[in-house]
């Protein structure tokens, strides 16, 4: 069986206890994050839906451009965690 990619990009309200379970897992992994700047933009985003303007200046980014893809690699860290925690 193909196993289920981990989809932590498209965080939204959770619907089932399985789902709050791993909402819960996900929120205590950044905020255990060590990174201060992954913790800022990956709750600015997914959990207060900052736009990537605030976000870039939350940082002291020059750009959205530049938080957004520092996002993407905080991101990325996050998924590697979560990964990790699942095997």
């Known amino acids: ?11 939204g309200c959770p619907k089932t206890d399985v789902e709050r379970d ?7 992994l950044v905020r255990e994050m060590q990174n201060d700047t992954c913790r ?4 600015g985003f997914y ?3 900052y736009t ?3 976000l ?6 020059n750009s959205a451009d530049v ?3 520092t996002k993407n690699r905080c ?5 590697n965690a979560a990964k990790a925690l699942l095997r």
């Open 1 to 11: 069986a193909k196993e289920k990619e981990l989809n932590i990009g498209e965080i």
């Open 22 to 28: 791993l909402m819960d897992k996900v929120y205590q």
């Open 40 to 43: 800022k933009l990956l709750f």
């Open 47 to 49: 959990w207060h839906h």
């Open 52 to 54: 990537m303007e605030m």
């Open 56 to 61: 870039a200046r939350l940082i002291g980014a």
């Open 67 to 69: 938080a957004k893809t």
């Open 75 to 79: 991101l990325t860290k996050l998924r």
